[in-house]
């Protein structure tokens, strides 16, 4: 079942649920904002409000993510819940469209959308979702051990021989700098304070 677009004058004052498989492409979705095993499930609830109505759910499925540190791809359940707030576009405040309990929708952290009052698109909001949800850092385990800076080697796979370069240590560039200021000539500073003695004798 593809996701299906509402109309308002379907949704009762009690509420209606919808249970629905989503393709990701459904959701305009790139390759860089999500990939995905399988097609999406989406559970949902829409109730009607005093602007508009109130879509509330679960987005799940599995994700293909690749690591950013051993670059393999891997397979992460995901599984978001949401809640958006639909207004008419231009509905006064306060403006009554059905008989809905105040109460059950007191929270503030909803996200809004606008719509024409009729017709209930939800794709924009479901993607957004993903997106938001998505690991900015995406790592196949927590203790990934990444890839050999020398040959390349997935090291979660295999250990290679290679050595650690020399610059690996995060104390290495203070190391560097100390050298070179080992290395500096010792008599600039003693020869410019030899001057500036003489002058003040004569």
Known sequence: MALPIVQ?????DEGLSLTCLVQPDELALTQQEGRFRHDLRVDLEIYPTEQGLS???????????ECVRCLAEYEEPMQVT???????KGQPKGARTGPADPADFEDTDED???YDGERLEMAEMLREQIILSSPMQPLCRQD???LCQVCGQNRNQRQCSCSEPQDASPFAALRNLQARS????????GSTLKRS??????
């Open 8 to 12: 308002h004058g379907e949704v009762p």
């Open 182 to 189: 080992s290395r500096k000539p010792a008599g600039s500073n």
């Open 112 to 114: 809004v959308y606008p």
């Open 55 to 65: 879509a509330r759910g679960v987005l799940s499925g599995v994700a293909l993510r």
């Open 144 to 146: 990934c051990l990444g």
């Open 197 to 202: 003695n003489s002058s003040r004798t004569e």
């Open 82 to 88: 949401f809640a958006a707030e639909y207004r008419i």
